[in-house]
């Protein structure tokens, strides 16, 4: 359950590049939040790919 509201949580961006000690810390922060993105777009193609060979081999 904790897992699933860290998740949730709105990470202010804003303030933490406001709050960044350089400007390669706000690479990392853009990293960091293409992250979740990245992931989602990932397992949704893996599951496109699995059920198109599934309805294929069929």
Same mark, same amino acid.
């Given at each position: 359950?904790? &897992? &699933? =509201?860290?998740l949730l949580q709105e990470v202010n961006i804003e303030e933490k590049l406001k709050n960044a000690p350089d400007d390669n810390y706000s690479i990392g922060v853009f990293i960091g939040s293409m992250i979740p993105f990245v992931v989602l777009v990932i397992i949704a193609y893996l599951v496109y790919r699995y059920n198109k060979?599934? =309805?294929k081999d069929e």
């Open positions: 359950m904790n &897992l &699933l =509201v860290s060979k599934r =309805v």
